[in-house]
């Protein structure tokens, strides 16, 4: 949610951000004439109800023959008041709905425009080079026994599949050594719920237009998330938070899900782009003045465990209408898959500044004494998708695969995967 002082002061500043993101500045238009809508609603209101309570007071000073008409007055008013209650809530509504269409205040210095437009920050390790036609994951994946795509549509349709044996013993390790990483760095490791209210849902910003893309119980209103930063943003909602010696970090370990909706014929081979996966998010809260300094720090941290399993990747800053409504600035780090020629994002992290503080109100006391709404940030440190870009890399010639060496300790110190006979 945008600060409503900041619509007021600066709606042209709003409206640069809209434009970045490709959206229609005329959003802004509407939010502030549904504010000052709601003011004078509100005002109105505040003005009834206080001739309400002089009048109240009058009845008592008032003689017997004066106390009717002056009752009668009341009543009329009681009635105006009422009607004036509802209007200012009604108001109150649409302004909270036109001010929420508005999506996050752009960082200076985020590319403008859309998937395309990115810019590549810094490229980092060698891409690996054979001397023999290297195999796509999900081939490596059969031959070690690992990926059965076969029996997962079987079992839940397509997008589906099984990790097994060294498969699923390697995402364990990952993910693992993805942990000891974050726990290292002071985070709190969580294992959080798949299922969220819809107000959590929403103050995240994963109701708005990528709705399509979310798993909604109908029954229930409960709502599967596709990454545990909504259950960690909802964490402390409502909650005032001290943050003077440091931000909170929660490190949360679940499954996700994601309806993979418009991306028909898309990554349809292998676990790139599935409907169920594991992942490890950092969450952080921060005051809003550090929540720059540790979004580097996320993205370094993401760098750390991709540089010591021995990946080629890039960072890339992405462009303002490539950003979820929530995020003002997010690095994504994609990572070379050699038979697709290509680098594909394995990870990416946030900065979503207060917006979803705001929605959620996450606040914590300044050096004032007031309350402000906290910075959120996320951050993704491990996920199934990462297997991708392990496998192809490492593999050798006889389709076997190399272990980095961090995840040895986690497999028993095994250092190669075999093809299964």
């Known amino acids: 949610m945008i600060d409503a002082q900041l619509l007021r002061d600066q709606p042209d500043l709003l409206k640069r951000s809209q434009i970045s993101r490709g959206n229609d500045p005329a959003t802004v238009d509407a939010a502030l004439e549904a504010d000052a809508a709601r003011r004078a609603a509100i005002s109105e209101f505040e003005r009834l109800r206080a001739e309400q309570n002089a009048a109240s007071k009058l009845v008592a ?8 008409a002056i009752l009668a007055s009341v009543k009329e008013l ?33 590319p403008a ?57 390697l995402e364990l390790a990952l993910m693992t050594y993805a942990l000891d990483v974050a726990i290292r760095n002071g985070f709190v490791m969580l294992t959080t719920p798949t299922l969220v209210k819809p107000e959590i849902m929403r103050g995240t910003g994963f109701l708005g237009e990528h709705a399509d893309e979310v798993y909604h119980l109908q029954d229930d209103d409960l709502y599967l998330t596709g990454t545990s930063e909504v259950a960690l943003a909802g964490y402390h909602s409502d909650e005032i938070l001290d943050l003077e010696a440091a931000p909170l970090r929660y490190a949360g370990w679940s499954t996700c899900y994601r309806r993979e909706a418009g991306s028909h014929g898309k990554d349809t081979r292998g676990i790139i782009r599935v409907h169920q996966f594991n992942k490890l ?83 914590h006391r300044t050096e004032s004494g007031k309350t402000a709404p906290v910075a959120t940030l996320n951050g993704t440190l491990a996920t199934t998708r990462w297997l991708v ?7 050798r010639a006889d389709g076997s695969v190399l272990i980095p060496e961090p995840l040895r300790p986690y497999l028993g110190g095994l250092e190669v995967m075999e093809p299964v006979a």
């Open 113 to 169: 425009g859309g998937e395309e437009n990115f810019e590549v920050l810094k490229t980092v390790g060698e891409r690996p080079a054979f001397d023999f036609e290297p195999r796509d994951h999900l081939e490596l994946g059969e031959l070690l026994g690992a990926i059965d795509m076969q029996r997962g549509a079987k079992v839940s349709g397509a997008r589906f599949y099984f990790l097994r044996g060294i498969g699923a013993r």
């Open 389 to 395: 870009a392990l496998l192809e890399t490492h593999q």
């Open 61 to 68: 000073k008032a003689s017997k023959e004066e106390k009717p």
């Open 78 to 110: 009681a009635a105006t008041v009422k009607a004036a209650s509802q209007a200012a809530n009604e108001a109150s509504a649409a302004a909270d709905v036109a001010i929420g269409r508005i999506q996050n205040l752009v960082i200076d210095g985020v």
């Open 281 to 363: 998010e950092m969450f952080v809260y921060a005051k809003p003045e550090d929540a720059e300094a540790e979004h580097n720090r996320l993205l370094g941290w993401q760098e750390e465990v991709l540089q010591s399993l021995g990946l080629s990747y890039r960072v890339i800053d992405t462009a303002a209408g490539d950003l979820g409504s929530s995020a003002a600035r997010k690095f994504d780090v994609e990572a070379w898959v050699p038979t697709q020629d290509a680098y594909r994002e394995l990870t990416s992290t946030s900065n979503c500044t207060t917006y979803q503080a705001r929605r959620l109100s996450t606040r």
